[in-house]
């Protein structure tokens, strides 16, 4: 029942918990969407709260929390089991909608036809996003009467990327249809961390190397924008010696994501993602050699921290330390490579630190 549900227009993160619902707006009268904020609680969620409590009042909207559901699949799932009107919009932790977006949406979503089971809307993303401003399609509007019909893959039951995909396939094969819409209704990764960015190159990655799942040339340009550097090649050598730290490598898998990265992208898409000087990475050697460790210690490019997140997430993937559950992602290997990009790993050959750390079987070098 509507009327059994809470009126509050200044919710606070400490409020929040897995089914948490409140209505935002005047009254409880007249709801036809539904806010699903869909959060792990990283720093971001704060932010995307503070975007909801902003959000204008005049047209009432059911606001529910979707919170440390995993895998993503099951959490996305959640959103069609638990929808009670007409429409319901995914709001990811790292989205920060405009205080006008409800009035938007429902202007897009008046009158459109019947077959039509979802509303794209941009956001604007300066990492990822390309154009001026830079864009990306984020914000999703289902249209609940349709998409109670359809599950994610699985039922939501297993761990998989590319969710959207999957879920939207059988959708689309049925005859229903999408709206893609230019229009701009907030900012996404606009107080995304170093772990964040971290984790959507996984993602990006996981993607590009499953066979079962379309992707595109805007999958690949993001992934090389963030490996644009002309040392790219020097810092995947390094970052391998480190990365056996925590397994080997299989060379095979390796080259074969390397051949993906080296594969042709027309020039407009590389330029609309400010890429100008494009260079090709070269096949690696993954055996782990204590000399070049020890010479790799010292290197420390602050500037290129996004290339070497970058570059991990890409050895992540191929080694299987990523999933797309928020309970099994790679913290330990993050953690580590932060700290070496910020300097805060050092070697004792130059009598600093005296950390210690396991290399391989029962082998310990220091740092």
Known sequence: MMSNIEINNNVGVDDLFNGKTWIHGKSNTGVKITLFLITICTNQLIYSLDAINKLTTDIPVIV????????????????????????????????????????TLTKHISGRSGKTFLNT??????????????????????????MKKYPTFENGKSSVSSVDQLWHNPIIESGYKINNTSTIIGHHGKHRSNFDLFLRYCKITKSLTNSQIKTNNGHLCKLLKGLNVTHVNELFEKIIQHFNLFCSID???????????????????????????????????????????????????????????????????????????????????????????????NTTINGKSSKLIKLVDDNFYYV
């Open 64 to 103: 529910n929390v979707i919170m440390n559901v995993s895998p993503t699949n099951a959490a996305y799932n959640e959103m069609r089991l638990r929808c009670t009107t007409l429409f319901f919009v995914q709001v990811d932790e790292d989205m920060e909608l405009y205080e006008n977006s409800i009035e």
């Open 121 to 146: 809307f941009k956001l604007i993303d300066d990492v990822l996003g390309i154009g001026n401003p830079p864009i990306i399609d984020c914000i999703k509007i289902y249209n609940n009467e349709i």
């Open 251 to 345: 060379n095979k898998k390796l080259n074969g994501v390397i051949k993906i990265l080296n594969g042709y992208v027309p020039n407009n898409y590389l330029h609309m993602y400010n890429i100008h000087d494009r260079e090709l990475i070269g096949n690696k050697n993954t055996i782990f050699n204590v000399e070049n460790f020890t010479q790799s210690l010292t290197f420390c490019y602050s500037n290129d921290k996004n290339v070497v997140l970058c570059i991990v997430s890409i050895l992540c993937v191929i080694t299987g330390n990523y999933e797309y559950s928020f309970d099994k992602y790679p913290k330990d290997i993050f953690n580590y490579f932060d700290k070496l990009t910020n300097n805060e790993i």
